[in-house]
Nanobody, 128 residues
Framework: QVQLVESGGGLVQSGGSLRLSCAAS??????????MGWFRQAPGNEREFVSA???????????TSADSVKDRFTIPRDSAKNTVYLQMNSRKPEDTAVYSC????????????????WGQGTQVTVSS
């Protein structure tokens, strides 16, 4: 059984930085070979892709992000901690959503929202 647990959300003001964490666990889960992604869903909206990073086995990890966040968010991962982060800089009210992480061996599947494993999500509310 694979578990993804997000943390770090809350009520924050516009601007500044916030870091979300997603800790992965599972007896047979090989974190390093999985692409990890972040998605978000605002009230009344469909879930949308935010950022993804390839498995840490790549010498230079491949990352991709949605146009709305690519100049503000980054997605580092720490294989020693089986954790992927979403570093949110220059927060905006439109970033308000439930943020969920996902894991899949394929980064294209991760980007398409077809990942094998999903977390429950953490709420981020950005006030103006």
């Amino acid at each position: 059984q694979v578990q993804l647990v997000e943390s770090g959300g809350g009520l924050v003001q516009s601007g500044g930085s916030l870091r979300l964490s997603c800790a992965a666990s599972g007896r047979t889960f090989a974190f390093s070979i999985y692409a990890m992604g972040w998605f978000r869903q605002a009230p009344g909206n469909e879930r949308e892709f935010v950022s993804a990073i390839s498995g840490s086995g790549d010498s230079i990890p491949y990352t991709t992000s949605a146009d709305s966040v690519k100049d503000r968010f980054t997605i580092p991962r720490d294989s020693a901690k089986n954790t992927v982060y979403l570093q949110m800089n220059s927060r905006k009210p439109e970033d308000t959503a439930v943020y969920s992480c996902a894991a899949d061996r394929s980064i294209p599947r991760s980007v398409r929202g077809e990942a094998d494993y999903w977390g429950q999500g953490t709420q981020v509310t950005v006030s103006s």
